[in-house]
């Protein structure tokens, strides 16, 4: 039977979002910021993400 947790390589993969890409969603998600609840959770989300990011250069 096969593990339930699945193998998986060790070979270095790429990662799930750039560093720019990353950036791009923050800056798009601070532009759908609003008063209504999509835009607070946006705001929110935007301002989680940003504090995760290494400051630019």
């Known amino acids: 039977m096969d593990s339930p947790t699945g193998s998986y390589s060790t070979s ?3 990662p799930l979002i750039t ?3 990353a950036r791009d969603a923050v800056r798009l998600l601070q532009h ?3 008063d209504s609840a999509e835009g607070q959770q946006a705001g929110a989300w ?3 993400m940003a504090l995760r990011l290494p400051a630019e250069d």
Do not use: I, Q
Request: zero cysteines; a negative charge; charged letters at 40%.
């Open 12 to 14: 270095p993969r790429l």
């Open 32 to 34: 759908f910021a609003d």
């Open 46 to 48: 935007a301002a989680d």
């Open 19 to 21: 560093l720019d890409e």
